[in-house]
């Protein structure tokens, strides 16, 4: 969570190291303290005793003016000739055998490494052994024990006496009564232990320690309670944890002098140049573990870590921290401000800050109103014992460390905070690889990991893991991200992330130190990310980031695989079996509250959307989006492609094999040869289907179909089916559809009639659309769906073709009547139900009612009630509504009567009548469709068995076979027999063509072949 690591990690890491300091200034004293002999076992005899000082030690074993003030000096028995202490003291007098009581002590203790450890007491009870080399063995220090230790270098520096009270020590203890016993290197005391110094005050009841000289180390440490350790950093310190110190150069100590001393509590004035120290022996490796029974407590101002136990270990070198101990120094970097992120997934930048590091300048601090970690004291305290031990065998905690620490309590009790970060959590264990810099934080249970930031939510799992130096954070178990998005979100909803195996989390790194600046988190196992409404599912999730001017964590790239699932909480969804891909920019808008913008997305294996009654397949599906001014996401392109298939509202549907859509305006391109799109009962198909929704158009380029199926249900519905091969577009608005390139239309109701129509391009005009339709409701693809004919006009653009229209009627499923209609162009009329030819043309009338009865009965293309043979040159209207017709220019009428079969033969200028009775349907007359009438005018011929008139106008009854002729005003019709050779003249005639009776009006003289 929000810089967790350093800030609240840190604090446990740097409490853990201050802890283990107290410690090594134990050691340092035990070590110091120690006159360099040999354990009880070694050989009886003393070595030889130095020379005797003034006030020094007789050979009767009893010291020499005793009660007198004096000064003993002790050499090195492994040198000689270096002086390795020395005790200067008030008062001294024998209490016992071998034991004195020494007042006001005062000891000094050279190391080799130049440092000095200055002790002193109001009183001492020593047991000082041997026949010459008397060294106090052990004894009693007791009020106002001070010890004083002084680096190598405040040595080094001196030109004249060691003045302690002068001098600033690098470390003092002060303690009431201390117990030591060089035989056994021990040191203890059961009262209240304190210890201070530039970066450490340290506090602890009941203190025992023991050394080996021979393994140099120690063996064993203990405080019994009530331990305070406060560790306040150096000033400028770039890492608390990485700090080192360097070895100090060895100085020499002061050499053996003949004299009191020169001062209260000081040190002899060193003399001639000591005997170089040999070179020094490879360091000795120690492993050391602290345990530090609780309740543990580890605290800065605002900060605080509780505990039952810790545990640390760590690797000496030459009794010292490894160099590198605590991971490589690295300097500061900046802290970067949370950002909140996409609705779906806001919580992944606030684990950039689970390995954020303060800033480096006070000027940002102040800046940002926060104050740099470690530069308040830690403070760690504990109830219990503390105790450390040596280890044979580097730890399996020590595997890849140095140093390690670990803080364990009980389920549920271990739990850190900080309050200037708002931020807490808990967990039953927290491990800390020091030299690595990782933290783990661990529970038994499955949610017994959680920290919270309140800002930002919270993670809850049973182990974390994160690299403080390389920038990885991983839970390698379930967990779940909680409660993200603060105020971005409605109240009634809360955004959160799950997963079931593991989850991994890389940040930026900078200087060795991970900045908090996310750039990649990923999840695996049944992930579920939600804002309490959107959701997103899948096998595994991986969101990328980088820095932008709006935030140091933007999303840029979201990846979703293994049966991915997206829901808007709006009815809405998108699944993929394979892959859902979505890209991101920074916001297009400067007031936006959100960070950044979805601008594309793939998805990959079959893909369904789904929103209501919509949905879209496909196996790849491609969509550039945006954000709209309501702050929703929405869909600007679409990019479909194999085996796409579409549903809608009105049951709308559609497949191709690619789909290029431009949502806001509504256009949609299907490409494929098994391309369409309809609704309900239309469909369309071709090999590239346009479609505008806005200007609500279709058109196809290139061979299409269009086609409609009534459902079985239906009653008085036709079938319709058109094909082209050139193009076709529909205007909904405007009504006007137009196909061109050999088109063929049908419409066909079952069992009753069919119409077809062929030519090389129809032009229809429909009602146009209505104004609720206009503005956006219904579809544009059910062209025709109850709209009303207003026109058609069907033309051939190639030589030596005609347009052919074809209509035929069905009465228990035989063919009862044919018309069929050919002609350059054909135009219909669909509010006068008019059918116009404007050039020469064809009509072709078939009835074939009574098919079963007359001549040719049982034959294919049998007569019943007769046939009709129509030409022009000029042109034809043909009234539906009246069954009515009127053809112009050159007319030719071949007519094979309904009762003998006969064939009439009529030619004229122009001719006129009708199909049926006006009574017909009054009547229940079925024959409805077949030549009924005829008015011939202009040339008028006509011929029928064997028999000829010429006449200027002439009436045809077709249902009776009677012919009326007539002659114009002063003109006269001619009639010739062909059988008899005979011609008459008259001013009319009626012709019975049934019976062969002609009745003549004044007719003239009868003309006969000569």
Same mark, same amino acid.
Request: net charge negative.
């Given at each position: ?667 949609? $391109?299907?490409? !494929?040869? *098994? &391309?369409?799109?309809?609704? @309900?009962?239309?469909?369309? #198909? +071709?090999?590239?289907?346009?479609? %505008? ?112 229209? $074809?209509?035929? !009627?069905? *009465? &228990?499923?035989?063919?009862? @009547?044919?018309?069929?209609? #050919? +002609?350059?162009?054909?135009?219909? %009329? ?25 001549p040719g009965a049982g034959a294919s293309g ?83 068995? !064997? ?17 009326r002729a007539a002659a114009a005003t002063g ?29 003549l009006r004044r007719p003239g003289p009868i003309?006969?072949?000569?």
């Open positions: 969570m929000a810089r967790l690591s350093t800030q609240t990690l840190g604090l446990a890491a740097a409490g853990g190291v201050a802890i283990a300091l107290g410690a090594i200034v134990l050691f340092f004293i035990v070590q110091g303290a120690g006159p360099g002999s040999p354990s009880r076992d070694r050989d009886d005899e003393d070595p030889p005793a130095p020379a005797l000082v003034p006030g020094g030690l007789r050979g009767d074993d009893a010291p020499a003016a005793a009660g007198r003030a004096g000064v003993l000096q002790f050499m090195d028995r492994d040198d000689p000739e270096r002086l390795q202490s020395e005790l200067v003291y008030d008062t001294i007098e024998p209490t016992g055998v071998q034991r004195y009581a020494v007042g006001q002590p005062r000891a000094w203790i050279y190391q080799r490494d130049g440092s000095a450890v200055h002790v002193r007491a109001d009183r001492g009870d020593f047991v000082m052994v041997g026949q010459q080399d008397r060294r106090p063995e052990a004894g009693v220090l007791a009020g106002g024990v001070l010890i004083r230790a002084y680096d190598p270098e405040t040595i080094r520096e001196l030109t004249g006496t060691i003045d302690p009270d002068t001098l600033a020590p690098a470390l003092t203890a002060r303690v009431d009564r201390l117990e030591f016993d060089f035989t056994v290197n021990e040191i203890a005391t059961d009262d209240r232990l304190e210890i201070t110094s530039a970066e450490l005050d340290f506090a602890g009841t009941g203190v025992r320690a023991l050394y080996s000289e021979t393994r140099e180390r120690i063996e064993r440490l203990e405080i019994q309670r009530d331990g305070r350790l406060v560790y306040t950093p150096p000033t400028g310190a770039g890492d608390a944890l990485a700090s080192e110190s360097p070895a100090p150069t060895p100085a020499p100590a002061p050499d053996r002098v003949a004299g009191g001393p020169s001062g209260e509590g000081a040190a002899p004035r060193p003399g001639e140049p000591a005997t170089p120290f040999p070179a020094p022996s490879v360091p000795r490796e120690q492993f050391y573990s602290v345990d530090v029974a609780g309740p543990v407590r580890i605290e800065q101002p605002g900060r605080r870590i509780d505990a039952d136990r810790l545990e640390l270990w760590a690797r000496l070198v030459g009794n010292r921290l490894a160099p590198g101990a605590f991971g490589e120094r690295a300097a500061r970097v900046p802290t970067p401000s949370f950002t909140p992120q996409l609705p779906v997934l806001p919580m992944l930048s606030a684990l950039a800050h689970a390995t954020a590091q303060p800033v480096s300048t006070q000027d940002a601090i102040a800046e940002r109103g926060e104050s740099a970690d470690f530069t308040h004291p830690i403070t760690a305290t504990w109830s219990g014992p503390l105790v450390l031990r040596p280890l044979g065998d580097r730890p399996r905690q020590l595997t890849n460390d140095d140093a390690a620490m670990r803080m364990t309590a009980a389920p549920g009790t271990l739990r850190f905070s900080d309050d200037e970060l708002r931020v807490e959590g808990v967990c039953d264990e927290l491990r800390y690889a020091a030299t690595r810099r990782e933290l783990v934080l661990i529970s038994a249970v499955a949610e017994g990991v959680d920290v919270r930031a309140q800002e930002a939510g919270r993670i809850v799992t049973s182990r974390l893991e994160a690299g403080l130096s390389t920038g990885l954070a991983r839970v390698p178990v379930a967990g779940e991200l909680r409660g993200l998005g603060g105020t971005r979100l409605p109240e009634d909803a809360e955004a959160a992330i799950s997963w079931r195996e593991h989850a991994d989390f890389t940040f930026d790194t900078e200087n060795g130190n991970a900045t908090g600046v996310l750039r990649e988190a990923m999840f695996n196992g049944d992930v579920r990310a939600t804002d309490g409404r959107a959701e997103i599912r899948g096998g595994f999730l991986r969101a990328q980031f980088e820095s932008s001017e709006r935030s140091d964590t933007a999303l840029r790239r979201l990846v979703v695989r293994e049966n991915a699932v997206a829901t808007d909480g709006r009815g809405g969804s998108l699944r993929a079996r394979e892959l859902v891909d979505v890209a991101f920019d920074d916001p297009r808008s400067p007031d936006t509250r959100e960070p950044f913008d979805p601008t594309n997305l793939l998805a990959r294996g079959e893909v369904r959307v789904e929103r209501g009654e919509q949905s879209l397949d496909a196996d790849l599906l491609e969509a550039q989006l945006f954000r709209d001014d309501t702050g929703s996401v929405e869909i600007d392109q679409v990019f479909a492609q194999g085996d796409v298939r579409i549903t809608g509202d009105d049951g709308v549907r559609g497949a191709a094999e690619r789909l290029i859509a431009r949502v806001p305006v509504q256009q949609a $391109e299907l490409i !494929g040869d *098994d &391309a369409f799109v309809g609704v @309900r009962d239309t469909r369309i #198909e +071709g090999g590239a289907i346009q479609l %505008d929704g806005l200007a609500r158009t279709v058109e196809i380029i290139g061979a299409g179909r269009f086609l409609r199926t009534p459902p079985e249900t239906s009653e008085g519905a036709q079938e319709i089916e058109a094909t082209w091969l050139g193009r076709m577009f529909f205007d909904d608005l405007a009504g006007l559809l137009e196909a061109s390139g050999d088109v063929e239309a049908r419409a066909e109701l079952a069992g009753v009639s069919r119409d077809t129509i062929a030519a090389d391009r129809v032009r229809v005009l429909l009602t146009p659309a209505e104004a609720d339709r206009a503005s956006g409701e219904g579809s544009a693809f059910d062209a025709g769906e109850g709209r009303g004919l207003r026109s058609f006009v069907a033309t051939s653009e190639t030589p030596g073709e005609r347009v052919r229209v $074809e209509s035929r !009627g069905y *009465d &228990a499923g035989r063919v009862r @009547r044919i018309l069929y209609l #050919e +002609g350059e162009q054909v135009e219909g %009329d669909g509010v006068l139900d008019t059918l116009d030819v404007p050039g020469p043309g064809r009509l072709f009338i078939r009835d074939l009612q009574d098919a079963d009865s007359g049998g007569i019943a009630r007769g046939d009709a043979l129509f030409d022009w040159d000029g042109g034809m209207t043909f009234d539906r509504g009246a069954d009515t017709f009127d053809l112009r220019r050159r007319v030719r009428l071949t007519h094979r009567r309904a009762g003998d079969g006969e064939i009439t033969d009529l030619e004229c200028e122009r001719l006129t009548g009708r199909l049926r009775d006006d009574d017909a349907e009054a009547t229940g007359d079925d024959s409805a469709g077949r030549l009924r009438e005829a008015i011939a005018t202009g040339a008028v011929y006509l011929r029928s068995g !064997g028999r000829e008139v010429v006449a200027d106008e002439l009436f045809y009854d077709a249902d009776t076979g009677n012919a003109n006269r019709l001619t009639m010739f027999d062909g059988s008899a050779g005979t011609a008459v003249t008259a001013e009319g005639l009626t012709w019975d063509l049934t019976t062969g009776r002609i009745d003309t006969t072949p000569r």
